[in-house]
């Protein structure tokens, strides 16, 4: 039994948007990764509070991508308007690597310094939660598309 066309070009046109949106996802993790350590001075507690923080707001984002109201309201919400809302990923990710890269400034930590403990986890918990939570959602509402 053949496909009709354009359910088959619909079903590649949302392969290339997920993949699109997963490539999306390891290079922002990626560019972001390599700010923090930046930042931070690769510190071995910074590396775990960036990945503990990277993880808790992916998780995060993934039950807010859950619990979007209503069945049919999720469906017509994710075929009509989840190729846009991937467009937010621009956005968030700026503001999260401005964030990261003034966060010696947020926290009033000199460059001289070393970073204390407790406010480097503070700010990762901050900085990463944009495109985290973002990622966590995408990825789960992409799942029920």
Known sequence: MARHPAK???FYAATVLLAGLGFFAIVAQTLL??????????????LGSFFSAWLLW????????????????????????????VL????????????????????GVELYELFPFMRMTCLALLVNAPVSVLTG?????????
């Open 33 to 46: 990764f390599r700010q923090f350590l930046t930042v931070f001075e690769g510190n071995e507690l910074g």
């Open 88 to 107: 937010l990923y621009v956005p968030t990710f700026l503001v999260q690597f401005s964030l990261t890269s003034y966060a010696r400034t947020i926290a």
């Open 8 to 10: 088959a070009r619909s």
């Open 137 to 145: 959602a995408f990825f789960t509402a992409a799942c029920q598309w």
């Open 58 to 85: 992916v998780g995060v984002g993934a039950q807010v991508g859950r619990h979007l109201p209503g069945k049919v309201a999720k469906e017509a919400m994710l075929a009509e308007y989840f190729p846009v809302l």
